[in-house]
Structures are given as structure tokens and as C-alpha cells.
């Protein structure tokens, strides 16, 4: 009788994760889309952890520089989300790299804020959708997708080295904050 009740106590204690990980029926555009907002609230904190006098660093001439990136990723932002997300991307002035620290930041904020948006009904149905791509060429929303997981990392990593040779510490690297 008690292995029974252990059993039974057992199986209704798993039965709310079980109905969660069964309930999502788009398990590809929930990974995608919690991804976007982790890395988003990365790449955002990275930019606001930059000093504004090293936005103009590089390590190297042929490198791009700090603000560069943050306006790499602004465009990048809008293109990629716009066309995983199927939504037209929003009409922006263009801003140069030399631009304010606040400026640029505000910006990428905006672009996140867009991701999040155009990302919001991206479901797992149309993951095969070939969309246009750079240069008139066709990729499927999935490859799109990817490409896109493997910037962001690629930008985080190198704007995480940019501020560590400017004697910031990254934000993934920061760790939990005493209060």
C-alpha cells in the first residue's frame, strides 16, 4: 500500500511537467523566441556596460568597432526578425557608428523590442517557408533562424572581448550581485 501511494504521490507530482512540455506544439519558435529575449537582454546590457569613450574601440584597424557593432546588429536586428517573423521591418533614420552611446543603445532597445514583436505568432508550421535572403537568394525560416542564433553568440562574444580589454566585465560574466 505505501509503494502504491509513493507511486501515485510520484505520478501526480509529474503530471504539471508533463502538461507543459506536451502543451507547446512549437517547441523550435519557443527555444527560438526565448533565445532572442535572453540574448537581447545580453546584448543591450553589453552595449549599456561599454564606456561611452570606447565606443569608437577596436582592437585591431581591421575589426570593427564597438559602435559598429551595435549598428550591425541594429540592421541585423530588423532584417532577421522581419523575415523569420514574416513582418515588414520598420522604416528607421539610419544612425552612424559615431553616434551617441545613448543614441545607439536606444536604438538597439528598439530593435529588440521589434524582434519580440514580429517574433511573437512565429510557430513551428512554416519552418520549411523559403524566404528571400541576402542577394536574391532563398533560405528556409529554420536555416534563417540559425543563422541568426549564431550571430547573436558571435556578437556577444566579441563585444564580451571588447569589454574585457577595456577592463569590463561581460555581462554573462558578472554573476549574481550582492544587494
Known sequence: MRVSMCFATLAVA???????????????ADAFRDN???VGKNLVAAAETMPADKYSFKPTPAQMSFGQIVVHLSQGNDYLCG?????KAPTRTKIADTASKEVLVARLKETFAFCDQALAKL??????????????RT??????????TGDWADHYSQSSVYLRLNGELPPTAKGKQAE
Open 139 to 148: 533560405r528556409s525560416r529554420a536555416a534563417i533562424m540559425t543563422l541568426t
Open 14 to 28: 509529474m503530471v504539471p511537467g508533463l502538461v507543459a512540455a506536451q502543451s507547446s506544439s512549437s517547441p523550435v
Open 123 to 136: 510557430d513551428d508550421s512554416k519552418l520549411s517557408e523559403q524566404l528571400p535572403f541576402f542577394g536574391g
Open 83 to 87: 523575415a523569420i517573423g514574416g513582418e
Open 36 to 38: 532572442a529575449s535572453r
